[in-house]
């Protein structure tokens, strides 16, 4: 489960450049990353315990 959030962060960063690099999306790409910020967090918090 845990690669799983991972790999759903990363996706979730590259699409956010992505969108921020080409055509300005507005909120949901900025959305995206706050969320790929959330499972990567989680992730590191999960491995502390």
Do not use: S, T
Not at 11 to 34: C, N, R
């Amino acid at each position: 489960m845990g690669n799983l959030l991972y790999l759903i962060a990363v996706i979730l960063v590259i699409a956010w450049a992505i969108g921020f690099l080409g055509y300005h999306a507005g909120g949901i790409i900025h959305l995206l990353l706050v969320i790929a910020v959330i499972a990567i967090l989680l992730k590191v918090i999960r491995r502390a315990d």
